[in-house]
Structures are given as C-alpha cells and as structure tokens.
C-alpha cells in the first residue's frame, strides 16, 4: 500500500497545498488500483502531479464540506467531455445524500445528476472493499454526517480521520495502525468550538492512546503556523511525528 497527499489544507485550498485528498495505490491481481480518500477544492488539479486522473478507481468521501468533496464536479467534467470520449462508471461513496449534494454542486438536476458517469454508494455501515483495500468507517464528532477510515491490506492499516473534534470513536478507529492522518486544525488557547477540529495536542493525545505507530498531522487551515500544531502534538505523542505535504508518500 501506498499514499500520496494529494492535498492537505484545511477548510479551503491554500497557498502551498489544495484542499483534503489521499491518494492510496496498491496492486491487485495484476494490476494497480488507485483509490481516493476526499477529493477536496483545488484537489483535482494537484492529482494530476502524481496520475492520470481518468486512471482513478473510486472515491471515497469523508463528508460533505467543500473542501473535502467540491473537486468531484471537475471529476464530471473530465469523465463526460474528455476528447477521448467517456470514461467507465466508477464508484463514488460517501455519507447519505452524497449523489443529491454532487448534482447540485454542478447545478444538474436529479435525475439523473452525475449517476450516469458515477456509481454512487452511501455508507451503510459495513467495510468497503475494493481491489486490495478494506476501508471500515467510523462515525465522527463533526457538525455533519462525517466518517473517518480505516485502509487494510495484508495486516497493514492506514487511518484518516476526516474532520472531528475528539471523540472515542477515533481512537477505536486508530488502535495500532501503522500510520494516523489525523486532522489538526486548531491550536491550543483559543475558542475552539467543540465537536469540529482537533487541535495538535488533541491528534496527538489519540494517537498516544490509540497506539499508533506514526503519526501525520494534516488539514492544517492557512491562517495557522502548522509548526504550531506540530508542537503541540509533540506534548502527547512520542512516536514518530510530522506534518503533512503535498507529494509526501508512505509505503509498507
């Protein structure tokens, strides 16, 4: 298994890097399946760094903010009009109403909205399988339906949280995985609101108690130092630590 950081920004894309998206890659009876994890504002651009987007396999949603969902309406436009003709169907899965909240983001009507250029699933509470990976959700403490994922291939686990505040939930969802993507999009001393965003010192906290083995600090919003956020983790977590980038890769 591999992921790439697509994008890592947190609440909208950024100077340095576009909105939430992983791109995993593992091989799979003969060939390489490539799955996304978010496909955020200004994501689908920078994915194209790294593969031919029209190469992609499925999405998977963590939830429906913008900056985690939003570049799936230029996934239509490359699947629909691309000179080449129409990409295959691929399946997009995400929270309930994900199919009405894409069309309308385009401004289609349903139906048939993007249906006849994507498979939409919503999570239905049983893992999501597809090629190598087996991806287990997990209800988290955000202000919308909202997911974090557990990635298994052959005994290794990735964990992203998506969007949360703290909760037990993650750190159940966490417990000894190889690598926690964890948000940390507020700092320490302010007034954060409950129930929305971790701070450094909270994703470190999880990942302490989760034990994890590696921990990577991600959607780090443009208005904060993410070297900040990166101390503050380092007062929980004692392990391996860092902050994410875009084009940084992590293989097992």
């Known amino acids: 298994m591999r992921v790439t950081v697509v ?22 009876e003969g060939r390489t399946w490539r799955v996304l994890l978010d496909l955020g504002s200004g994501a689908l651009g920078s994915l194209a760094r790294f593969v031919d987007p029209s190469r992609v396999d499925a999405v998977l949603v963590s939830h429906l903010h913008p900056d985690h969902y939003f570049d799936i309406s230029g996934l239509y436009v490359l699947w629909k009009y691309h000179p080449d003709g129409p990409r295959g169907r691929i399946p997009i899965w995400g929270p309930r109403g994900i199919a009405d909240q894409c069309a309308r983001a385009y401004g ?25 990976f087996t991806v287990r959700l997990a209800r988290m403490a955000h202000p919308v339906r909202a997911f974090g994922m557990r990635v298994e291939v052959e005994g290794r686990v990735l964990v992203y949280s998506g969007d949360t505040g703290p909760c037990q939930a993650l750190v159940d969802l966490a417990r000894g995985a190889d690598l926690l993507l964890a948000e940390s999009a507020f700092v320490e001393g302010g007034a954060n ?11 470190g906290a999880a990942a302490a108690e989760a034990g994890v083995k590696r921990l990577v600090l991600t959607h780090v919003p443009p208005w904060h130092d993410p070297q900040v956020c990166l101390a503050e983790a380092r007062e929980a977590f004692a392990g391996p630590l860092e902050l994410a980038r875009t084009g940084a890769t992590y293989a097992w």
């Not at 609101?193 to 994703?203: F, N, W």
């Open 108 to 132: 289609l009507q349903r139906p048939p909205g993007m249906s006849v250029e994507f498979d939409f699933h919503e999570y239905d509470g049983q893992p999501v399988r597809l090629g190598p």
């Open 193 to 203: 609101p409950v129930d929305l965003h971790l701070t450094g010192k909270q994703a």
């Open 7 to 28: 994008g890592c920004s947190g609440s909208f894309a950024g100077p340095e890097s576009a909105a939430s998206c992983y791109l995993l890659e593992g091989d799979h």
